[in-house]
């Protein structure tokens, strides 16, 4: 039951997109996922009320700082994975999440080049294993990475993460209408209708690769799980 976190303290950079493609990729290929609504815009609640039931994905609105753990605290035995989708901001719920998280993912579009966003959220995370010595594992995701974003400003980016020591996912996640569409009609890309909604197969590969990604750094031991240490699982554990 890892929590998975998407942060960027700047609004629009793709984190409930980046959020919500790994959560029904990942219910798509069978695990049980809890979305954790933590933007009061509730663009995932609202994706919900119109998709009706989704196989494999629970989602909980209004969360506070003061509810977020007894959500994951109730949701953990019937979940795989969290996926907290929090708002464009460095409060208080999201400090909060971020210390819940086994890892954080701060998406960073790829064409621009402020990203004083993600290195808010990166200066808290820092902040946190220096002074609360939390160690939060985190990646950046590029994200709305177009055919115009240059490999070399691609790499300019990755490069300049690197020269810090974070670490930056391989796959960057498309700008594709699919994605959008998502919000729009509710459903997932498995949903969808390819004759309605082009490159369907090519948004659904970009999902794929991106998903396994994220799965390759997830903990491998329940135990070590950052519920496991809220609900008393991993104690004594090392
Ligand atoms: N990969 C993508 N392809 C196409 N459109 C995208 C993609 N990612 C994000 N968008 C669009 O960009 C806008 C902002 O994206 P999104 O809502 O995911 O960002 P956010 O970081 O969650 O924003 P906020 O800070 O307001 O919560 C939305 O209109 C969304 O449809
Ligand atoms: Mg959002």
Redesign the pocket.
Known sequence: MPVIS?A?A???????????LLATELAHQGFRITIIDA?P?R?ISQWQETSGEVRNIEVISEVTVASLHCHLREMASATDYFII?L??ARDALVTTALGLSDHVFI?VQGSAMDAKGAAQILDLLAMMKEKGRLDIAHSVVL???TSMVTTKALLAIKGLLAAKGVNVLTTP?????A??EL?ESGGTLYSMDPSKVSNVEKAKDNVRAYASEVLRLMPTRMTRTAVARLIGLGRGVA
Do not use: H, M, S, Y
């Not at 996640?173 to 209408?177: C, H």
């Open positions: 998407f960027n700047k609004g629009g950079a793709g984190k409930t997109t980046a959020a919500l933007d815009q663009w989708d708002a464009g998406p994200t709305r990475v996640i498309g700008e594709r209408t994605f959008k919000f």
